[in-house]
């Protein structure tokens, strides 16, 4: 199937969606080099219809993933550079008074855009931050009594910095939670740096990237990808892993009923991703860490890197469903 007709196209099968997903990491792989795990996952958070967290050191191509992926997608884009002095309204939406006439109109935020960009989202305030959760969750914001919605498809992506530095706020629990995965870009290596330093990727390559499909296309993908057949045991695979977590010693806040059906759905996604229309317990596996890292506490606090760590123990020792 070509772009062309991805983007053109009216059908809802797991065909289309698994030449969407192919497209689009090829997109984005234009100018994130050396990182197809980390672009195979932000493309699963997308099809999940989820919402995608970024997180690591300054300079590792966080917003440049998030652009990328913005881009390939086309459709109406909003960007936000958080900052501590950042209001909710600022997000979200005022409303304003117009003397000629009397009347109050709703001007909306940058929220209201199919691909949201929240750079360094853990600048912001608790308050700002906490202007995501409805809109995150549901779909809509709600304002001065009167209630909107968000454009279909609406996929947040953010980014944000390690905690400790400089004019950083932790994100809450119940923030980290609206995400559907977490992913580290983490340092390139030396090949996919040489590329990124010759211009041959990066930065340089994003004028190159266009549309691979629309909106619309996507908002259809999403919900052809819940079609993705999952075996009975293998939601039982879930239900174990989620019970694990609960009574681990080691975990003090296990996977709760929403992370166990996030992980489903982008176990079904990663499969779509695959070019497969069924699950297998290598696609829960794969997405186990970046689902559920930032949704346990351990020792009373939330890092996602010891996180991947536990839960990666942990599934190795739940038996495995035979196909």
């Known amino acids: 199937m070509t772009e062309t007709e991805i983007a053109s196209g009216t059908t809802t099968d797991l065909t289309e969606a698994a030449a969407v997903a192919d497209a689009l990491v090829r997109s984005v792989g234009v100018t994130v080099r050396g990182k197809d795990d980390v672009v195979r996952l932000a493309v699963v958070a997308l099809l999940a219809g989820g919402h995608l967290l970024v997180e690591d050191q300054p300079g590792?191509?966080?917003?440049?993933?998030?652009?990328s992926l913005a881009a390939s997608i086309g459709g109406s884009f909003g960007r936000v550079q958080c900052t501590p002095d950042l209001l909710p309204g600022d997000l979200t939406g005022t409303t304003v008074y117009s003397p000629a006439d009397g009347t109050w109109t709703f001007r909306p935020g940058p929220l209201f855009a199919n691909?949201?960009?929240?750079?360094?989202?853990?600048r912001a305030s608790p308050r700002t931050q906490s202007a995501l959760l409805e809109p995150m969750e549901e779909r809509q914001v709600s304002a001065d009594g009167s209630t909107h919605?968000?454009?279909?498809?609406?996929?947040?992506?953010?980014?944000?910095?390690p905690?400790?530095?400089?004019?950083?706020?932790?994100l809450p629990e119940s923030q980290l939670d609206r995400f559907t995965v977490v992913v580290t870009v983490g340092y390139p290596d030396a090949a996919a740096e040489r590329e990124i330093l010759t211009g041959e990727g990066g930065a340089d390559r994003f004028g190159d990237i266009g549309p691979v499909t629309t909106p619309e296309v996507v908002a259809?993908?999403?919900?052809?990808?819940?079609?993705?057949?999952?075996?009975?045991?293998l939601v039982d695979y879930v239900l174990d892993l989620a019970a694990a977590t609960r009574s681990h010693p080691g975990i003090s806040v296990g996977a709760s009923p929403r992370a166990s059906v996030s992980l489903l759905r982008a176990a079904q996604a990663h499969g779509v991703v695959?070019?497969?229309?069924?699950?297998?317990p290598d696609d829960v596996q794969a997405v186990l860490g970046p689902c559920w890292a930032h949704r346990i506490s351990t020792g009373g606090t939330v890092d996602t890197a010891v996180g991947r760590t536990m839960l990666a123990e942990l599934a190795a020792t739940r038996p495995v469903p035979r196909p």
Do not use: H, M, S
């Open 220 to 233: 259809r993908v999403v919900d052809a990808v819940r079609t993705t057949y999952v075996a009975p045991p």
């Open 115 to 122: 691909v949201v960009l929240v750079d360094e989202v853990n």
């Open 274 to 280: 695959e070019g497969r229309d069924f699950v297998t």
């Open 163 to 170: 905690f400790g530095q400089i004019g950083t706020f932790p």
């Open 60 to 67: 590792t191509g966080k917003t440049l993933l998030a652009k």
């Open 149 to 161: 919605p968000l454009p279909d498809p609406f996929f947040c992506i953010a980014t944000q910095n």
